[in-house]
């Protein structure tokens, strides 16, 4: 709860709104992966990747299985499954195309590129101290078009991202378990 005050105050004192626009939001969703390395890429669409291959029921059950533990960053293995090369190729071909529409578009899409990022980074962490954030907060540049934070704060690790949403303005999006707040932010140079 101390938590939702303090950054409750940090919004009403630094002048920025609470609801973002349906484009800052996709800004700040579209991201891949979190700070934590955890991938928060869409569930995959498994009725889709088995559908009209000719799998038996335990087959389809045992691969929609593994499909809910699929993570890019892991191998993917159908062995030991009794599928034929055809629907090992078919599932990995289907696989491969719901991969390729998670990453059509970059990190922070559809939201502008930074032009000054280490300002952006300087005001965030600034701002981050000030409202009770231990000094060594990590703010990192994820890619040009979206800037992600980790920092504790009275002992709750939040995690964030922030994102360019006009020529001069930020949008922050602060995660913690069970709580997450967005927050505009009118900065005094082109961000």
Request: aromatic content about 8%; overall charge positive; charged content about 20%.
């Amino acid at each position: 709860m101390l938590l939702a005050m303090i950054v409750m105050a940090m919004t009403l004192a630094y002048g920025s709104s609470a609801a973002p626009a349906t484009t800052q939001a996709n800004c700040l969703t579209s991201t891949k992966r979190d700070p934590l390395g955890i991938s928060t890429n869409p569930a995959l669409r498994a009725n889709a990747i088995v559908r009209g291959l000719g799998l038996t029921a335990d087959q389809t059950r045992e691969v929609r299985a593994r499909l809910a533990r699929y993570r890019p960053s892991r191998p993917f293995t159908l062995d030991g499954l009794g599928l034929t090369s055809e629907q090992t190729r078919e599932i990995r071909r289907r696989l491969a195309a719901q991969v390729a529409e998670w990453n059509k578009y970059p990190l922070g899409w559809p939201c502008a590129e930074f032009k000054h990022r280490s300002k952006v980074i300087a005001f965030v962490k600034a701002k981050l101290i000030e409202n009770g954030f231990r000094p060594n907060a990590r703010v990192f540049v994820a890619t040009p078009r979206q800037i992600q934070l980790r920092g504790i704060q009275d002992g709750v690790d939040i995690l964030g991202a922030v994102v360019k949403t006009g020529p001069r303005q930020i949008t922050v999006r602060l995660m913690a378990t069970g709580w997450a707040g967005t927050y505009t932010f009118r900065l005094g140079f082109d961000a």
